[in-house]
């Protein structure tokens, strides 16, 4: 891979995707005793601004699978830009620890400990972007179909983080990506300029008018909760601003059949999504937590054995 960082996938060339997925794949069907030692004697180092189970637990797992070590650290263990500057963290940090992920709030946080540390960083959530989750999805959507040839994703609500590393990562890969979303809510044009200027194999991204429009003809239906952590003052106005975009049996009865639903998680079940959804026999949400842990094992081992 020829990436130090991760910060968002448009760090990534095809080279480094194709790569990353083939690690994946090895690894999710290996014994795991063929990989136990690949990372024997590393330390992760593990900066949590924002809590999250998923992505605690799939990266403590996939260090421990591959017979390295992490280290959790919370907001009160390490204040980044606070107590310390992120220069003096990132720095003190690199002395003890092989590698460095980060979930936190503002996105220029992960920039510049990226540009301060001497070890690999990888961004584990951002305000602008999930690098990590969007490389989980495509790998699970690929697993799916068997090829990323032909295949169409359509998100249903928020333009967030989530939104905007899936919809890099489809131009770059060349799978077509459709969106709808209420007023006010949409991508940025600094992303849809991104988006465009990227885009291969005649990939089309197209802002639709309505949710029905956004499932017609696509493979994946796509959403997120509307309202974020650290939006929740925001939440009574986006339930009533989003109340038209859940993703429910009357409109996924305007896809095919064969649609499969993802939902990056948390879900607000009654809200984004229903329960007859996201349980339902299409629902890959749970293969989509499942292949974050893949994902991320695969990151780690490239990033540290190279």
């Known amino acids: 891979m020829n990436t130090k960082n991760i910060t968002s996938v448009i760090d990534l060339s095809n080279s480094d995707i194709n790569e990353i997925f083939s690690v994946t794949h090895q690894l999710k069907k290996s014994d795991l005793t ?10 992760l180092g593990m ?3 924002k809590s999250s189970m998923r992505t605690r637990v799939s990266f403590e797992v ?3 699978q591959l017979g390295g070590h992490a280290i959790y650290l919370t907001k009160q263990d390490i204040d980044l830009g606070k107590r310390e500057s992120i220069k003096d963290g990132a720095n003190v940090l690199s002395r003890y620890v ?7 709030y503002a996105h220029k946080t992960v920039l510049e400990l990226a540009k301060e540390a001497s070890v690999p960083v990888i961004n584990a959530l951002s305000d602008y972007s999930h690098p990590c989750q969007a490389l989980a999805d495509l790998f699970t959507i690929k697993e799916k179909f068997g090829t990323l040839d032909n295949i169409t994703v359509s998100f249903i609500g928020d333009g967030n983080n989530v939104a905007r590393s899936l919809a890099f990562l489809c131009s770059k890969l060349g799978v077509s990506f459709k969106i709808a979303f209420p007023e006010k809510y949409g991508l940025d044009k600094e992303t849809i300029s991104i988006v465009n200027d990227i885009a291969e194999n005649d990939a089309k991204f197209t802002i639709c008018k309505s949710p029905e429009d956004a499932v017609k003809d696509t493979n994946v239906i796509y959403t997120d909760t509307w309202t974020s952590m650290g939006q929740e003052s925001e939440a009574e106005v986006r339930r009533a601003d989003f109340k038209d975009y859940q ?7 305007f896809a095919d059949k064969d649609v499969i639903i993802m939902h990056c998680l948390p879900a607000h079940r009654g809200e984004e999504i229903t329960d007859e959804v996201i349980d339902g026999p ?3 949400v749970y293969d989509q937590a499942e292949n974050r842990m893949h994902i991320e094992k695969a990151l780690l081992k490239l990033l540290l054995t190279q």
Do not use: P, Q, Y
């Open 247 to 253: 993703v429910n049996n009357k409109l996924t009865s």
């Open 34 to 43: 063929n990989n136990i030692n690949s990372l024997t004697g590393k330390i």
């Open 62 to 64: 996939a260090m421990t």
């Open 47 to 49: 900066i949590f601004e």
């Open 282 to 284: 299409n629902s890959a």
């Open 98 to 104: 092989d590698c460095i992920t980060i979930r936190t």
